[in-house]
Each structure stands twice: as C-alpha cells, then as structure tokens.
C-alpha cells in the first residue's frame, strides 16, 4: 500500500473548482465522467472530476444536479457545516522543500490569491488559504528528519490525560 488513489470532496460549482485547481494551482484534470444518481436516490445526476495532484493522486469533485435529497446551497467547505472552526478539515498537498514552497507562495500571491506568510510548525512550514468552496488548502514541506522526539507529546501525561473514555 502507498498512499492514496482519490480524496472525495463536494462542490457546488464544478466550473470554479476546476478553473482553481488548473490554472491557479497547476493542476490537471485527468477524468470527469457524469453519473446517474441511481447510487443514491435515483433522480438527477453528479458530475464527477480527477484532478491530477501531482504524483498520480487525485483530489475528485461531486457536483450534484437536480438530486432532491441533496439541498444545492450546501456548505462545500466542510467545517462550517459540521459546527467547526474553519480548518479543522484541510487539505495539505507536498512541497518539496522551502524554496519550492516560497515559490508557491509568491505564485499564489501573484495570482491574487490570498495566501499567509509561512507558518514554522518546528518540523514542517506551510502556507494556507482557500479554494472556491472555501476548503482550507496548505503547502508543506518537511524541514527535518523525523525521529521518536517527534511523538514525545503522544507519551506525556497531558495527552494522556485529554484521553476520550467513551
């Protein structure tokens, strides 16, 4: 096993999405395929698109059409709609290092995207912002080699103590 072949996400319009994901974020779009919604409640249709993330691992997009049991006014960006802050639900693609990732950045930036500045989580950075569906996306890149200090925190008596009983 490596990896993953597709992470399923849902839009409300699939014309935004794929001009994102292709033209700000340099992405392909590999497949789109039209399903009947007879997998659900077999009325309306779902347009469905791969897009290409860079490795062979796809990012697909569901835009219902005409499903009476899905409301068209749903929130795409996940969080809000599950009552959490924005973010808790992201989604980081892979930089290859720091340079690549300022780079990124300054490509954003210039495509008018607003993008943070580079966020130093001690053994990672990254910069966030947000897609059409107001989906939090990030670039990271590793700074470090990894190494059993990095899952200190799993082995205090705090985290032990934030342990879920039930």
Known sequence: M???HH???ATNNMEATIEFYESVLGFETKVTDLMSNSDFTGEGAIRHAFIDVGD?????FMEPNRVPTWNDAFDASINE???????VYHFSFRS???AALEARQ???RAKGVKVTDVVDHDWCKSIYFTDPNG?????CTTTEALEPRHLADS?????AALARTE
């Open 2 to 4: 490596s990896g993953f």
């Open 7 to 9: 992470l399923g996400l």
């Open 56 to 60: 062979g691992s796809f990012v697909a």
């Open 81 to 87: 709609g599950l009552g959490l802050p924005r973010g």
């Open 96 to 98: 290859e290092d720091e």
């Open 106 to 108: 300054a490509d954003l």
């Open 135 to 139: 989906l939090l996306l990030e670039f």
């Open 155 to 159: 082995q205090s008596a705090g985290w």
